[in-house]
């Protein structure tokens, strides 16, 4: 309903409307999306301690969240540090203001010393999240290297299977070629010339051998 109203009357424009916004958000668990538009809030109006208080509140939800969660990697906690630094300094700014405002001033003395102590265990969370990221890092190197062991294992065994086939391809071409060999002989076996006839001789007739020479 707030950012329709943003949208369509006021183009993104009121940090009344801005604010109203990131508390449906913060209601909601969006925290992300809360810091995002107080940012914006606070780009518009950067005088408005109120808008920093909120901020800060939402920082140190956000750090808190990040270090509470075992699984957070080691680069979102060192981030989470970060955003408790500032909002503690955000925070002891505030609690020191002597103009009336908006907001409590012991409220944020009590939340700068939240972040205190919570800035106190920071080496703790970083130390397990750098522990935690070496760990998962092992776990990627082995399962890296697995992957890597049986692809090597399958392009071995399709090498060995290549050359087995070409072995016998080759084979079978000798065997061909043995086989050609052998059939180009039968077939001149097979069309020997035939030996050449011998001329028969003529018969003499019983009345030839009766003759009697003249003299």
């Given at each position: 309903?707030?950012?329709?109203?943003?949208?369509?009357?006021?183009?993104?424009?009121?940090?009344?409307?801005?604010?109203?916004?990131?508390?449906?958000?913060?209601?909601?668990?969006?925290?992300?999306?809360?810091?995002?538009?107080?940012?914006?809030?606070?780009?518009?109006?950067?005088?408005?301690?109120?808008?920093?208080?909120?901020?800060?509140?939402?920082?140190?939800?956000?750090?808190?969240?990040?270090?509470?969660?075992?699984?957070?990697?080691?680069?979102?906690?060192?981030?989470?540090?970060?955003?408790?630094?500032?909002?503690?300094?955000?925070?002891?700014?505030?609690?020191?203001?002597?103009?009336?405002?908006?907001?409590?001033?012991?409220?944020?003395?009590?939340?700068?010393?939240?972040?205190?102590?919570?800035?106190?265990?920071?080496?703790?969370?970083?130390?397990?999240a750098r522990k935690l990221d070496d760990e998962q890092r092992a776990i990627r190197m082995q399962q890296e290297k697995a992957k890597q062991e049986l692809e090597n294992k399958?392009?071995?065994?399709?090498?060995?299977?290549?050359?087995?086939?070409?072995?016998?391809?080759?084979?079978?071409?000798?065997?061909?070629?043995?086989?050609?060999?052998?059939?180009?002989?039968?077939?001149?076996?097979?069309?020997?010339?035939?030996?050449?006839?011998?001329?028969?001789?003529?018969?003499?007739?019983?009345?030839?051998?009766?003759?009697?020479?003249?003299?």
């Open positions: 309903m707030y950012e329709n109203c943003l949208k369509k009357f006021y183009s993104y424009q009121n940090v009344e409307i801005l604010l109203y916004l990131a508390r449906a958000h913060f209601v909601c668990g969006k925290l992300e999306e809360t810091r995002r538009i107080l940012l914006q809030a606070r780009h518009m109006a950067p005088q408005d301690n109120l808008i920093l208080f909120n901020l800060s509140y939402v920082l140190r939800h956000l750090a808190t969240n990040t270090l509470r969660d075992e699984k957070s990697g080691l680069e979102e906690v060192v981030s989470a540090v970060r955003n408790l630094e500032l909002a503690q300094r955000f925070f002891t700014m505030l609690s020191k203001a002597t103009e009336r405002q908006k907001y409590d001033l012991n409220h944020a003395a009590a939340e700068a010393r939240q972040c205190t102590d919570l800035l106190s265990q920071a080496q703790y969370h970083v130390a397990r399958r392009r071995e065994e399709e090498e060995l299977l290549r050359k087995e086939k070409e072995e016998k391809h080759q084979a079978m071409l000798v065997q061909r070629e043995v086989y050609r060999e052998k059939a180009k002989n039968i077939l001149i076996f097979a069309e020997e010339p035939e030996p050449p006839k011998v001329p028969k001789k003529e018969k003499s007739t019983d009345c030839d051998s009766a003759l009697i020479p003249l003299l």
